[in-house]
Nanobody, 119 residues
């Protein structure tokens, strides 16, 4: 059974930092592109950052220079370091794992962790 379990969310003041963690089980995460997505109330889910199996990272323009995605394949973990947080970063953050070229069959989501940034 595949599970992605997020942790590290919480309440933070603007300008602060948080680190989200995602623990993957039931898959060999090193083969997957891992990503963080977020969804604010009334908005669609949007991509925040992704990291390929080779470690190539991509970021949404809104978080470039503030957020850093990383992975530890040995531990089946992916992280999102979030600095200089803004109130508009408030959302539920979801971990995603997708197998390249097999996304219809192998695309998994965590249940999410709430991040709230106060002004």
């Amino acid at each position: 059974q595949v599970q992605l379990v997020e942790s590290g969310g919480g309440l933070m003041q603007a300008g602060g930092s948080l680190t989200l963690s995602c623990a993957a089980s039931g898959i060999w995460a090193r083969l997957y592109t891992m990503g963080w997505y977020r969804q604010a109330p009334g908005n669609q889910r949007e991509v925040v950052a992704t990291i390929s199996s080779s470690g190539s990272a991509n970021y949404a323009d809104s978080v470039k220079g503030r957020f850093t995605i990383s992975r530890d394949n040995a531990k089946n973990m992916v992280y999102l370091q979030m600095n200089s947080l803004k109130p508009e970063d408030t959302a539920v953050y979801y971990c995603n794992a997708v197998l390249p070229d097999r996304s219809r069959q192998y695309n998994y989501w965590g249940h999410g962790t709430q991040v709230t940034v106060s002004s």
